[in-house]
């Protein structure tokens, strides 16, 4: 085998088995925050409200790799949002607050390590 292929088939292994930050903490279940948005408002904006979520969390990607949305979950007449990142959390209901009004509540939990955000407008 000659070097050089050697040396691609070693660098292309290490990339094969390593996962981005964002990745990793998906893949090992990590949850920063979660959101719960709900209300009759919710409803009948339901589209305009996921466009922003998806907005807030492009964003925050783009300065922090690490920062993804796990998973979002439609129930009943709201949605549930996981994030690998606190900090995204708190961002996607400070935003959705400012853009719909509505009633916001966040609470920190595990030394700041964990957030739980409730978004809600009837």
């Not at 292929?5 to 903490?25: I, N, T, V």
């Not at 998806?54 to 439609?74: H, L, P, Q």
Request: overall charge neutral.
């Amino acid at each position: 085998m000659e070097p050089d292929e050697r040396l691609e088939r070693e660098l292309k292994k290490g990339y094969e088995s390593s996962f981005c930050p964002g990745d990793s903490a998906i893949k090992d279940g990590k949850i920063g925050g979660v959101v719960k948005i709900g209300g009759k408002f919710f409803d009948a904006h339901m589209d305009e409200i996921t466009a922003l979520l998806e907005n807030v969390a492009e964003r925050a990607r783009k300065r922090n790799i690490a920062s993804r949305i796990v998973k979002t979950e439609k129930l009943g007449n709201g949605l549930v949002v996981e994030t690998t990142d606190e900090h995204l959390a708190e961002k996607i209901g400070k935003e959705i607050h400012k853009a719909f009004k509505g009633d916001l509540e966040i609470r920190w939990q595990e030394k700041d390590r964990f957030v739980r955000v409730s978004w809600k407008r009837d």
